[in-house]
């Protein structure tokens, strides 16, 4: 594992299996002095007092030997109701070799782990999708995906939080709020959360 400085109150730490990001970012965050922990794909960033980051640094690899490979839950599972109508639904079965209604079975059937958030607010990168629909992004992104959009891209499915340009493989559609300041925290789904899809 590699602990590196980032800037002068954070440190970037990169575990050597990047399925232990989570556990370890949790771990992180019950170290006295840490302020925030955002995790990414592969790494996370620990924002903490800057007096304290060096004993920081060197608890790192003690909590690593710790840690599993699978946090516990930050939340109760959120289920999220799609209209599987989306306008690469069919082209993305045929290019996988499945019907729609297999893909949409298959989409539906693992539950997910949001693993970071990013692109926008309220947008997270949920982990867990069936190897059979890892997909490449579009060739060209569209210039406006809508709100509330489901999506599926490399590894990972996500929906959009509101409208912006996209270039994930867009599958259907919920109406689920994903951002809302007037709620604490604003982002429905947050790092750690569990995920299912549910068609309507």
Known sequence: MR????????????PDDPAAVLALAAAARTEPGVVE???AARTFLVRAEPPLLAGLRARMTALA???????APVCEQVVLEV???????ADTAAELHLTADELVRRHCEPEYVVAFCGFAPGFAYLSG???????????EPRTRVPAGSVAIAAEFTGVYPRASPGGWRLLGRTDAELWDLGRTPPALLVPGARVRFRPR
């Open 83 to 89: 209209r599987y109508d989306g306008p690469d639904l």
């Open 129 to 139: 999708l069936d190897a059979g629909l890892h997909v490449a992004r579009r060739p």
């Open 65 to 71: 030997a710790t840690v599993t490979a699978r946090p």
């Open 3 to 14: 602990v590196l400085p980032y800037g002068h109150a954070a440190l970037l730490v990169e």
């Open 37 to 39: 922990v955002v995790p």
